[in-house]
């Protein structure tokens, strides 16, 4: 994977006087069934979240509040989104360092996640992160 595969996907939004609706359904909008969901909020000021990759999970990041850069690295390129619109999501495959910043005050980031935590599928160390993602690269 590259972040070429990363993806920003507009979901639904149904706008009515009341207030707006938006829905995701797993292998609808997005590329996998939902076997976890949570959010990051209350996020201190020049705070960083994530600082991982992850080898088999794939995940839906979405400012459903605020707003936030989510840094995504390959191991070869990087290339930064900045997420402010709760019906734009950012689709993040398998092997793609993230890290979130740059969060604006009452921000809340929403993840919904292809697979439940298990702390084997993380890397949490850059350069062997970096060093994985180049050998898979070479051997694909």
Not at 36 to 52: I, K, N, Q, S, T
Not at 96 to 108: G, K, L, M, T
């Amino acid at each position: 994977m590259t972040i070429h595969d990363c993806k920003l996907i507009k979901l639904p939004k149904i706008s009515d006087p009341r207030g707006n609706l938006t829905f995701i359904e797993g292998h609808n909008h997005i590329p996998f069934d939902i076997k976890r969901v949570y959010f990051l909020y209350d996020v201190p000021g020049g705070a960083e979240r994530g600082g991982h990759a992850h080898k088999a999970l794939q995940q839906l990041i979405i400012a459903i509040s605020g707003s936030f850069d989510i840094h995504l690295d390959d191991g070869t390129e990087r290339k930064t989104i900045h997420l402010n619109r709760g019906y734009d999501g950012l689709l993040i495959p398998t092997m793609i360092w993230r890290e979130i910043d740059n969060f604006s005050s009452a921000a809340v980031c929403l993840v919904m996640a292809s697979e439940r935590f298990d702390e084997s599928d993380y890397y949490r160390d850059h350069d062997e992160f970096v060093q994985v993602a180049k050998l898979k690269r070479q051997t694909a």
